[in-house]
């Protein structure tokens, strides 16, 4: 899936990221003329539109989405901006309502990802076609459950898959409505090359401001995209009013973030070659170092195994996790970051030991 914005005659031509806009719902004829025509005279186009049809609503009793009756709306869309459009099924009947109406590209919503059923049927009802879907990550933080859903796509013959990271719920943080873990993203590129993450900061803020930061954040990071609500009258929007922008402040956010060129699409310079060599190096360094620690922490398994003591002792890890943790914290480590790292190399040297007594046991046998 690439951008659509350079093959345009109009538009802001800022990015080689896909820019994804539109309502968070189909409302109305007029809603979706309305919205594209402010498009139109900020000059802001997206390289997709999109609308939801069918809304996955937490409770019944809100809007749940206008039905097969919008996608004809969508034509509309086609007609003003002559791009590409795009709206979420959420089952077998919706793709083949979409697959009708000659919806470009489809996604599948958090709520139907975690679900490999739900999943399987949207995929057994897509095979021989190829049109493109995006897969929005599922509501708990699980990496193998999105790949999963991506790969059940992949298996019937999907072959322009990307993905939408939009948050993961968190019951304690409220900062956001769906809580970022950045890594899950990154995890997922690093799993599936070549796969493209697209970042949707309106349903990971849950309200306006705060869409610019988090969309630069998905830009630094390396995103592929940004997928940003946009509604001619976001506060009377029938969902998500709260996050909806306008298409002038759409036009605003674009300008003002820095793109970021994807490394992969550039010749590395000598510059960065030569940070690279010296990274090796002391990753090197690092090792060895690593290697000739455990190497000690055998000789002291050995001396642990001669005298009959136990491997772990809580009072000398309790002091060797402070004091490293202060340490590292003076010499600008994270204080996370070295909890994280002193525990992962004082379970292997646990283990180790324990495996130097459990040799011992055997011996004696
Ligand atoms: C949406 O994009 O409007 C939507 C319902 O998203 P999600 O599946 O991420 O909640
Ligand atoms: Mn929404």
């Given at each position: 899936m690439k951008n659509h914005l350079q093959s345009t005659e109009w538009g802001l031509n800022l990015t080689n990221q896909l820019i994804i806009a539109g309502p968070c719902s189909a409302e109305s004829p007029g809603q979706i003329e309305k919205v594209c025509l402010a498009?139109?005279?900020?000059?802001?186009?997206?390289?997709?539109?999109?609308?939801?049809?069918?809304?996955?609503?937490?409770?019944?009793g809100?809007?749940?989405?206008?039905?097969?009756e919008g996608l004809k709306w969508m034509e509309i869309a086609r007609h003003h901006l002559n791009v590409p459009i795009t709206t979420e099924v959420g089952n077998a009947a919706?793709?083949?309502?979409?697959?009708?109406?000659?919806?470009?590209?489809?996604?599948?919503?958090?709520?139907t990802t975690v679900n490999p059923f739900a999943v399987q049927e949207i995929a057994e009802a897509l095979r021989g076609t190829d049109i493109p879907v995006m897969v929005k990550n599922p509501m708990n933080p699980d990496l193998q459950l999105w790949i999963g859903a991506l790969e059940r796509l992949h298996a019937v013959g999907i072959n322009k898959l990307?993905?939408?990271?939009?948050?993961?719920?968190?019951?304690?943080?409220?900062?956001?409505?769906?809580?970022?873990?950045?890594?899950?993203p990154i995890h997922l590129k690093r799993e599936w090359k070549g796969m493209q993450v697209i970042n949707d900061p309106s349903h990971i803020v849950g309200k306006r401001d705060g869409i610019l930061e988090t969309s630069q954040r998905a830009l630094n990071f390396g995103l592929d995209g940004l997928m940003i609500e946009t509604h001619h009258d976001p506060d009377k929007a029938w969902s998500d009013a709260k996050q909806q922008v306008t298409p002038a402040q759409l036009k605003q956010i674009l300008q003002q973030l820095d793109f970021k060129t994807p490394l992969e699409e550039v010749q590395p310079s000598e510059k960065l070659h030569d940070l690279r060599?010296?990274?090796?190096?002391?990753?090197?360094?690092?090792?060895?170092?690593?290697?000739?620690?455990?190497?000690?922490?055998?000789?002291i398994g050995a001396h642990k195994r001669e005298?009959?003591?136990s491997v772990f002792q809580s009072e000398r890890w309790k002091q060797v996790m402070d004091s490293r943790t202060q340490k590292g914290v003076s010499k600008n480590l994270g204080e996370k970051f070295m909890k994280?790292?002193?525990?992962?190399?004082?379970?292997?040297?646990?283990k180790r030991q324990e495996k130097q007594l459990r040799e011992q046991v055997k011996i004696v046998k």
């Amino acid at each position: 899936m690439k951008n659509h914005l350079q093959s345009t005659e109009w538009g802001l031509n800022l990015t080689n990221q896909l820019i994804i806009a539109g309502p968070c719902s189909a409302e109305s004829p007029g809603q979706i003329e309305k919205v594209c025509l402010a498009m139109k005279e900020e000059n802001v186009l997206p390289s997709l539109f999109r609308a939801g049809i069918w809304k996955p609503r937490t409770r019944p009793g809100s809007f749940e989405g206008i039905g097969e009756e919008g996608l004809k709306w969508m034509e509309i869309a086609r007609h003003h901006l002559n791009v590409p459009i795009t709206t979420e099924v959420g089952n077998a009947a919706h793709v083949e309502m979409a697959l009708k109406h000659k919806v470009d590209v489809l996604w599948i919503g958090a709520r139907t990802t975690v679900n490999p059923f739900a999943v399987q049927e949207i995929a057994e009802a897509l095979r021989g076609t190829d049109i493109p879907v995006m897969v929005k990550n599922p509501m708990n933080p699980d990496l193998q459950l999105w790949i999963g859903a991506l790969e059940r796509l992949h298996a019937v013959g999907i072959n322009k898959l990307a993905a939408i990271h939009r948050g993961f719920s968190d019951a304690y943080d409220k900062r956001f409505r769906n809580k970022p873990n950045w890594s899950m993203p990154i995890h997922l590129k690093r799993e599936w090359k070549g796969m493209q993450v697209i970042n949707d900061p309106s349903h990971i803020v849950g309200k306006r401001d705060g869409i610019l930061e988090t969309s630069q954040r998905a830009l630094n990071f390396g995103l592929d995209g940004l997928m940003i609500e946009t509604h001619h009258d976001p506060d009377k929007a029938w969902s998500d009013a709260k996050q909806q922008v306008t298409p002038a402040q759409l036009k605003q956010i674009l300008q003002q973030l820095d793109f970021k060129t994807p490394l992969e699409e550039v010749q590395p310079s000598e510059k960065l070659h030569d940070l690279r060599a010296a990274v090796d190096h002391l990753d090197d360094q690092l090792l060895d170092i690593l290697a000739e620690r455990f190497a000690v922490i055998e000789q002291i398994g050995a001396h642990k195994r001669e005298n009959h003591l136990s491997v772990f002792q809580s009072e000398r890890w309790k002091q060797v996790m402070d004091s490293r943790t202060q340490k590292g914290v003076s010499k600008n480590l994270g204080e996370k970051f070295m909890k994280e790292l002193l525990f992962t190399i004082h379970e292997e040297s646990v283990k180790r030991q324990e495996k130097q007594l459990r040799e011992q046991v055997k011996i004696v046998k």
